[in-house]
């Protein structure tokens, strides 16, 4: 079986491919994008609970110790993990915005002040819509996803050998990036000589776009996308 391209950030690719190892699959790594922190103080003010949509919040995220009495909600297992490992225990956990959405609009009828970590590059559908319910948002960014300038030479030699299997796409942000750099590299049409997995239908939208048929894991988590990949690998070989 030819090798499975990650792009994530290293540190998170390099958690993925040992999973696929474990699964029987080999990987190739060509990290698109490089998270820093951006060193932020929090923003003074008194604040009702605290929100966190990636595990990235609590890494990075300096002095938090400081909120460590307020309500915690944490979109996705991975958040809400890294912030039981920081010393908080999430309330409120949901696999994405759309899921915690609702539930904190049933948790908090009246003004609320929420404290949102986050990157310097999100969806704005969770804060959008907790403004729309009267709620008040402190955005407080944490850390910072820098792009890559192109990909491992490795990994577009072998994409331009037609020697990948498939490539695995967490966010909506480096798979834009991703074709920027394939487009650079004039690589485009090996592009679709390879199986694409994404971890939402907000994330395979580039991919749709340039009329890719990427296959969408049924719930956004991980586990579920490794799932996905097995099954649909297997069905080839």
Do not use: C, W
Request: glycine share 2%.
């Amino acid at each position: 079986m030819k090798p499975i391209l990650i792009l994530r950030a290293e540190e998170d690719a390099l958690r993925t491919a040992e999973k696929l190892r474990h699964i029987g699959y080999s990987s190739i790594l060509s990290p698109v994008i490089t998270i820093y922190p951006t060193h932020a103080k929090a923003p003074i003010a008194d604040y009702d609970a605290l929100i966190a949509s990636s595990a990235k919040a609590f890494e990075t995220a300096d002095e938090i110790e400081s909120f460590a009495h307020l309500p915690v909600h944490a979109v996705g297992a991975k958040t809400a993990l890294s912030a039981r490992n920081k010393g908080f225990e999430p309330e409120i956990v949901a696999g994405n915005a759309e899921a915690i959405l609702p539930l904190l609009l049933q948790k908090y009828h009246k003004p609320t002040h929420f404290l949102y970590l986050a990157g310097r590059d999100r969806q704005s559908f969770l804060e959008d819509g907790l403004q729309q319910a009267g709620h008040i948002i402190t955005l407080h960014e944490v850390y910072k996803a820098e792009a890559a300038q192109r990909m491992t030479q490795e990994a577009e030699n072998l994409l331009r050998e037609n020697q990948l299997s498939a490539a695995l796409h967490y966010s909506k942000r480096s798979v834009e990036i991703f074709i920027e750099l394939i487009t650079t590299a004039q690589l485009t049409t090996n592009l679709r000589k390879i199986e694409h997995f994404a971890l939402s239908k907000d994330v395979a939208q580039p991919l749709e776009r340039m009329q890719l048929s990427p296959y969408v894991a049924d719930k956004p988590n991980e586990t579920q996308l490794l799932k996905l990949i097995s099954e649909k690998l297997q069905e080839r070989s």
